[in-house]
């Protein structure tokens, strides 16, 4: 059998004969069923990666389905075919245009009218093999990441059978079908009926303001799966909420507005403020998320004899009073405005501009009681004078602040203003996870580069940021990554007010999809009513985008935008989020958002995964693990995405390598921020459980917390020596949490009095679930007596043992056991360190395994958690044996420095995702008594990857390997002369995910 048969062969032995067979499992086959991260679409775009050429054959497809997939077919370049059917009526005209619209993919209709068209399989061309997806997922987002599938992946040579089957079964499907053009999508609108469902509509505010109140049918659209509506639709019915009546004209003439999930909870909470007697009360809540229509449930529950809503912009006031109106249900005459124009102060509900409250004049008319229920609508700008008159003045029963941003940059204390009551928070993740929101599509894509390699940016004249090759890239981004299918209403953020005049005009000069393009800037510098002229202009279809510089960051409410283009440097991921959240709201037809982002080579641009991801942190290893887990499974938050184009993610990755995101003031800001929330020093704890700042980056910057406290004045009183040496041992060898025994025997001997019986610790580690062989515990005490480290960290950790063990015993060493009786500050950081370092073991790394595939570990890590007998960071170079432990960490930096001599500059990498080429250390050949070592299978390979030596000291654990096919060569030294090496290959027990893969491969700088 010849050589290209033989993987796929041990894959398939493995996968249909004997899992017990030695496979490197790259082809072997799969059930995918949205199951732990193993999804349709991660699949996809697994198989997109390597493919020649790929064929669908499917009978419903979405847009946000392609929306998903458009980048990894974008950045595959394998030629596409997609058979698909008007089947049901369930493929909109919309989805066809979006499917039109797909780059390098044909599109066929499958049209033999005596059979129904239900496919469901996925076929990619390889260069050596085939490899097919067949089962129950149609091309639909529901049934890519979420819904419950099945659907099997299996690899095949070009000959072989089923490859023949599979084919002529697309050959029928061809000879039955017709070209998709824009004729034949113009002759199916014509006779295109939505299909309808009723469903519940949402009290999310931003809703279809022409539908009525209450309930309403809904066509079969692209915005779900019509299984999933059915159900949906189906099961309100069920519980009573939806009536069974078909017309969407037959609403209840009344319907009493019904909080959602959210809105429940947070209600809930609220009044359990009040129960206990608090008179205040902040709410965090994402843009989006019907915070207006919380409040007025909350008013609905409070039944006030008077309310005043407070806003910061007029605009807001009359989208306000109608939310109010629908929930509270009272009449029109109840309900009055105090602003520049109107006066109804002697109103039930008032709703006021703080602009016009704020003025003696009008203040002090009003008796301090007048309102015993008072809202301030983005309490995050209270922190003015003209909030702080009205608040110290008015006297109400209760005070509620809404805000999704309350993070301040000026030092003022929200959280204070509201006696530190948050009785909820939904930030933008969550929201998006609980389907609150609009999902979104991001696209990074790379700045118009100039023929001479400069990339635009927007310090750069105008005359580059507005030339006709620039344009031209703006206008092919938005044919490549908008809204083929439906009208779009986009609004796009620009870096300058004369940039958006000027390229407004331009594009005005423009088509996308064939039409013309109908824009219009918008600046500080336009009168208000000049802004809700060209806003309505959008929200009615006679404009496509707004062009806008900052206006539009919060205090808008455009429902209908469905793109945001950004032209513009990220400043600060809060501003970045507030743009996004412009196209966040849910409305009647819009599917998902789509963000199309422009990136230059910016400093800023670590900001974006930042922003996109939801992680404050300032741990850089987090960061990347995170953009790259987002890629590997395709989607976050629910079917939301993240793409970038190839060149657009490494600037992002080269600016995330270069940036300093634990600078003593950015690590002070955060403190400051999170005690601002608890109205004190906030500890580390608090830090892991709020999934903020990462505890192990802030205890790092001065060697442990209290010292950072003190570094900053934030804490006046400084720990002794015996105190900072204990607590920065503490800090830097358990608080990460990578090995959970000695933190918890720690734990234990403080409890105990400073003493434990060896037999009970070890019973104690093991009830907890913990290995407790005899290397492991070695270790341990090593660890504990300080003989596993060097001098330097036995000096830096006072050099006396920290525990001993003797007379069957652990023991605390007693002058810390003393410093910690007596100082109190000492025992509350050490405590902190420890219930942290715990929190991490359980939640982040392995609890009962050294070492978590994927996570990342520095040399002196692993010289521990391998139970090494000392820290050999320093002499482990690429690899090293250790007799002792019988383990080899293999360690492969991919990219490695210009610096390193060609001694030790092997050409080392992937091969495929389950197989590395590696080489030895040079003057080594077969003969030499280390490669023997190697090659005799009777020790444990360890393979650890880093990308480069940017990234810092860690390197990702990759798992066990196995090394074959040794072959002994050689390789020039620094003085040219031609030097003996072994080169080998190292077989993975676990394939690496591909995005990781693609991560290493290419270049940080």
Not at 101 to 108: A, S
Not at 213 to 241: C, H, M, N, Q, W
Not at 298 to 316: G, K, N, S, T, Y
Not at 441 to 455: A, I, L, P, S
Request: charged share 25%; glycine share 6%; aromatic share 8%.
């Amino acid at each position: 059998m010849s050589a290209p048969h033989e993987p796929l062969l041990a894959d398939l032995t493995f996968g249909f004969l004997d899992r017990s067979t030695s496979s490197n499992r790259a082809q072997q086959p799969q059930l995918i069923a949205n199951v732990d991260g193993n999804t349709m679409l991660r699949a996809l775009k697994h198989e997109l990666h390597t493919a020649v050429s790929f064929t669908f054959s499917v009978a419903f497809v979405t847009s946000s389905a392609i929306a998903l997939l458009k980048q990894a077919i974008l950045d595959s370049g394998a030629s596409g075919t997609i058979i698909t059917s008007d089947y049901l009526g369930f493929n909109s005209p919309s989805v066809f245009r979006e499917l039109l619209n797909l780059p390098n993919t044909t599109v066929r209709i499958f049209n033999d009218n005596q059979r129904g068209f239900h496919a469901k399989g996925y076929l990619f061309e390889q260069p050596d093999t085939h490899t097919a997806i067949v089962g129950s997922s149609n091309l639909t987002h529901f049934a890519l990441i979420k819904n419950n599938e099945w659907n099997i992946k299996f690899a095949a040579m070009p000959d072989g059978d089923i490859v023949h089957q599979i084919q002529t079964a697309l050959n029928d499907q061809t000879r039955n079908s017709v070209l998709l053009t824009s004729e034949w999508i113009t002759e199916y609108e014509s006779r295109y009926v939505p299909r309808h469902v009723p469903v519940v509509q949402s009290t999310n505010e931003g809703g279809n303001d022409d539908l009525p109140i209450g309930t309403y049918d809904t066509p079969f659209t692209e915005e779900t799966d019509p299984t999933d509506t059915l159900e949906r639709g189906l099961e309100a019915i069920a519980s009573g909420v939806l009536p069974t009546h078909s017309s969407a004209n037959e609403a209840p003439a009344t319907a009493l507005v019904v909080p959602n999930a959210m809105q429940r909870d947070a209600l809930i909470q609220i009044q359990t403020v009040r129960d206990a007697g608090e008179k205040r009360a902040v709410v965090i809540s994402a843009t989006g998320t019907g915070k207006t229509i919380l409040t007025a449930l909350d008013v609905r529950a409070f039944q006030p004899e008077r309310m005043l809503f407070v806003v910061h912009r007029e605009q807001i006031l009359d989208r306000a009073i109608y939310e109010f109106q629908r929930v509270l249900s009272a009449p029109q005459t109840d309900f009055g405005k105090l602003t520049g124009g109107s006066k109804d102060l002697g109103r039930k509900y008032v709703f006021a501009t703080i602009q016009t409250l704020s003025r003696p004049d009008v203040l002090h008319t009003i008796d301090p009681e007048s309102f015993d229920y008072i809202l301030i609508d983005e309490v995050h700008k209270a922190g003015a004078d003209s909030y702080r008159r009205v608040l110290d003045y008015l006297r109400p029963q209760f005070l509620l602040g809404v805000t999704a941003t309350p993070e301040r940059s000026d030092g003022f204390n929200i959280y204070e203003l509201f006696d530190f009551n948050v009785p909820y928070e939904i930030r933008l993740q969550r929201a998006l996870e609980e389907d609150m929101l609009s999902p979104f599509h991001y696209y990074g894509v790379t700045e118009y580069t100039t023929d001479q390699g400069q990339t635009i940016s927007d310090a750069a004249d105008l005359s580059r940021l507005i030339s006709s090759e620039r344009v031209t890239h703006l206008v092919q981004a938005l044919e490549t990554y908008g809204h083929a299918g439906v009208p779009v209403r986009g609004l796009m953020f620009c870096s300058r007010k004369d940039e958006a005049h000027e390229l407004s005009a331009l594009l005005n000069t423009r088509t996308v999809h064939n039409q013309p393009l109908r824009t219009q800037a918008l600046t500080g510098d336009d009168p208000i009513s000049v802004r809700e002229d060209v806003v309505c202009a959008l929200q009615r279809g006679e404009l496509d985008y707004i062009l806008t510089v900052d206006i539009f960051n919060e205090g808008i409410d455009i429902p209908s935008v469905n793109q945001v283009v950004m032209l513009r440097n990220t400043q600060s991921s809060i501003i970045f989020t507030q743009q996004l959240g412009r196209g966040l709201r849910k409305a009647t037809g819009k599917e998902y958002l789509v963000v199309i982002d422009f990136i230059g080579n910016y400093t800023n641009n670590y900001l974006v995964p930042i922003a996109l991801l939801g992680d404050s942190s300032r741990n850089k290893d987090l960061i990347r693990q995170k953009m790259i887990q987002a890629e590997e499974a395709g989607a976050i938050a629910g079917v939301s995405s993240v793409n970038f184009d190839l060149v657009a993610r490494e600037r992002v990755l080269q600016s995330l390598a270069k940036t300093k995101l634990d600078s003593l003031g950015a690590l002070k800001k955060e403190v400051l921020d999170l005690q601002y929330r608890l109205n004190r020093i906030p500890t580390l704890f608090d830090f892991a459980t709020q999934d903020t700042l990462d505890p192990v980056v802030l205890a790092s910057k001065e060697g442990n917390y209290w010292q950072f406290l003190t570094r900053t004045k934030l804490e006046s009183s400084k720990p002794n020596a015996l105190e900072h040496q204990t607590l920065t041992y503490a800090s830097t060898e358990f608080l990460n949490g990578k090995r959970p025994h000695e933190l918890l025997i720690l734990d234990l001997l403080i409890k105990q009095g400073g003493t434990s019986g060896i037999d009970a610790t070890h019973r104690f580690l093991e009830k907890n679930r913990l290995r407790t062989d005899k290397a492991t515990l070695t270790s341990i005490r090593r660890i504990f007596d300080l003989s596993f480290f060097t001098e330097a960290e036995r000096k830096k950790y006072g050099t006396q043992p920290v525990v001993r063990v003797e007379h069957g015993a652990y023991i605390l060493n007693e002058q810390i056991l003393a410093q910690y009786r007596s100082g109190k500050l000492f025992r509350e950081h050490l405590k902190d360190i420890l219930q942290t370092g715990l929190h991490l073991a359980r939640h982040r790394y392995s609890w009962s395994t050294p070492l978590k595939l994927g996570m990342r570990y520095s040399r002196k890590d692993v010289c521990r958690l391998l139970n090494w007998e000392n820290n050999q960071q320093s002499t482990m170079y690429g690899y090293k044996i250790d007799r002792a432990t019988q383990t080899c960490p293999i360690f492969i930096t991919y990219h490695k420095s210009d610096t390193i001599t060609s001694a030790v500059h092997y050409e080392e990498g992937f091969i495929n995702q389950s197989q590395i080429a590696w080489c030895s250390k040079s003057k080594r050949t077969l003969q030499s008594a280390e490669i023997q070592a190697l090659l005799s299978n009777t020790n444990d390979l360890h393979v650890f990857v880093k990308k480069d030596d940017v990234e810092g000291t860690d390197f990702f654990y990759m798992g066990k390997g196995d090394i074959h096919s040794p072959v002994e060569t050689t390789q020039k030294n620094q003085d040219g002369l031609q030097v003996p090496v072994v080169e080998m290959t190292v077989d993975l027990e676990s394939p690496v995910e591909r995005a990781l893969d693609d991560y290493f491969q290419t270049a940080t700088s």
